[in-house]
């Protein structure tokens, strides 16, 4: 079993956020698969399962608890480091680059330290770009992460969404490599095809 973990601030203020690029990418990619969010108590987690494959869970604590919630479930349902995955927002990332990773620093990440601190650096990560130059050379770092996206962003942000979501899918498939894409350029074909 794969557990994939969304980080993010729960209440409607941080909805629209920065910092919360991994719900967001989670609400996407649940409706695109006809799930439905459930509150888990024991969890402190809204959970949603793909068959008996894949969890998927947005923790309902403060970000920089998210490391308690993914012990509980990962030891719950006795889940390898191996197949944790968890995706997030990076303020040193341009918007629109997803970068992955299967190990690594917390990069200034509070979600991401508390994962570490519970369970150690060797998972599998997905870091979300948010940064913008206008915006962030204007604000410090907590003010940064919890704007919201510009109109312009926010009509660009399906598009980071089906990237992470490919990220998540090649995941779930056992097909996990570092990479680091910008959803907003087209691919390049190749000369083959």
Not at 69 to 83: C, L, N, T, W
Not at 106 to 119: C, E, F, P, R, T
Request: charged letters at 25%; proline letters at 2%; glycine letters at 6%.
């Amino acid at each position: 079993m794969k557990l994939v973990v969304f980080q993010g601030n729960t209440g409607l203020k941080y909805r629209d956020t920065r910092h919360n690029v991994g719900f967001m990418t989670a609400n996407f990619y649940i409706k695109t698969l006809g799930l439905r969010w459930k509150n888990d108590k024991k969890f402190g987690a809204e959970v949603t399962r793909l068959d008996d494959d894949v969890i998927f869970a947005k923790p309902q604590l403060y970000y920089n608890l998210t490391g308690q919630v993914v012990q509980k479930v990962m030891s719950f349902y006795k889940i390898d480091i191996d197949d944790l995955l968890v995706v997030c927002d990076d303020l040193n990332v341009d918007f629109g680059q997803v970068r992955v990773r299967a190990s690594g620093s917390a990069g200034g990440n509070n979600g991401l330290k508390s994962i570490i601190d519970q369970i150690g650096d060797e998972f599998k990560r997905i870091r979300i770009g948010t940064h913008n130059d206008d915006t962030r050379n204007k604000s410090s770092d907590s003010a940064f992460v919890l704007s919201k996206f510009s109109r312009a962003e926010q009509k660009l942000l399906p598009n980071v969404f089906e990237t992470t979501i490919n990220f998540i899918e090649s995941f779930m498939a056992d097909n996990f490599a570092h990479e680091t894409i910008d959803s907003l350029k087209p691919p390049v074909k190749s000369k083959n095809h």
